[in-house]
């Protein structure tokens, strides 16, 4: 009967009237990317391990790996779908919640388009956040460390979401059903699922204009509501000269069942410069206010409100590869930080770090 059956399917992927509906353009592409890195923070943490609110780079003295990865796309005109799976500090830090068997995962989608003359297509599983304009690939990034506003937003979401470009390319419109917020799988007692939005907008090639919204629960088990929304808009004020400026303003309910809320705020605002083809800088500025430390947790004060400043030197000898230099320092109103077992307001660093794609 197994050999009867398998004749039977092996005539029928064969066969002329299955041939016709295989999609003749789909291409299975297989890439790759790997960032290595070494930062030397200057207050020395005696475990070697950056700020809690640091999940990109943030191991100290040491030779490391940020993100590595290897991808699988199969991308036709009905159908879609990627598999990644990775290493790396960023993995260690970003997945720690979820279990062992998902920490690898960097992406894992499938997508089927929904209209035969429209681009209209829903995908399920996990993919890359809708929210920042920031990714966790480095070399993607005008900086090399992300910012704060990055590293405490979510990086990856898994739910589903259909998502509608006009033909024009100019407007990109999205609706999502999410486990939460940066969850593979829900916390024990959650009892609902999150939605968010997005909504982009490219006037011309030099002007991205977006807005990402979030409403769900926090990622703990309190059932307490969290709203978030990120704006942002990229400019390409010459053709050397780029601009990029982001706000966030996220509110978390006090109390399940209460109207109260308490808020937090960040912003960011980037300048990029190409010096030459193969030579750019870049400058950035930021802040991050947390009154209640509802989402970077804090002590003594569980307040944290602190500037940002860096500034990196890019080189990319070849398109494929880039390595990169940048200093950073974090100026907190409190003494948040630890230098030599003493308490103080700021953190210097040097980071430097060599990535290439495939």
């Known amino acids: 009967m197994n050999k009867f059956i398998t004749t039977i399917i092996v005539g029928l992927l064969f ?31 005696t475990n070697n391990d950056r700020p809690v609110f640091v999940y990109s780079h943030n191991r100290h003295n040491e030779f490391n790996i940020n993100l590595g990865f290897i ?10 779908g990627n598999v990644a799976l990775m290493v790396g500090t960023y993995a260690n830090a970003n997945l720690a919640a979820e279990p062992g068997t998902l920490r690898n995962i960097f992406e894992a989608n ?42 405490n937003t979510p990086y990856y979401e898994t739910g589903a979401k259909i998502s509608y470009t006009t033909d024009s390319g100019k407007w990109f419109l999205s609706g999502l059903a999410l486990n939460g917020w940066q969850q593979m799988r829900r916390a024990d007692g959650t009892t609902r699922l999150a939605a968010g939005t997005q909504i982009t907008f490219k006037p011309s090639g030099k002007i991205t204009l977006n807005s990402s919204t979030f409403l769900g629960g926090r990622p703990d088990n309190s059932n307490r509501t969290r709203f978030f929304h990120n704006l942002y808009g990229t400019f390409q004020l010459t053709e050397k000269l780029g601009f990029i400026a982001d706000f966030d303003y996220g509110m978390d ?17 980037i300048l990029k410069y190409q010096l ?13 206010t947390d009154k209640k430390s509802l989402v970077i947790a804090v002590t003594p004060s569980n307040n944290f409100h602190a500037n940002g400043y860096s500034i990196n030197f890019d080189y990319a000898p070849i398109p494929n590869a880039v390595w990169r230099i940048e200093a950073r320092q974090f100026v907190s109103r409190d003494d948040i930080f630890e230098k030599n077992g003493r ?15 495939f």
Request: proline share 2%.
């Open 15 to 45: 066969s002329p009237v299955f041939a016709q509906k295989i999609d003749s353009t789909a291409k299975l592409i297989i890439s790759g990317y790997i960032e290595a890195y070494y930062s030397y923070d200057f207050n020395q943490p």
């Open 71 to 80: 991808k699988a796309a199969y991308a036709g005109e009905h159908v879609r």
């Open 110 to 151: 499938v997508g089927v388009k929904l209209s035969k003359t429209k681009n209209i297509w829903l995908d399920a599983g996990v993919f890359a956040s809708h929210i920042g304009f920031e990714s966790a690939v480095s070399k993607d990034c005008w900086t090399l460390t992300r910012s704060l506003m990055a590293d």
């Open 253 to 269: 309910q006090r109390q399940t069942g209460l109207a109260g809320y308490d808020s937090w705020t960040s912003w960011v605002a």
């Open 276 to 288: 030459s083809p193969k030579v750019s800088a870049a400058g950035r500025i930021e802040n991050y």
């Open 343 to 357: 308490a103080t307001n700021h953190d210097f660093t040097l980071t430097t770090s060599l990535a290439i794609s």
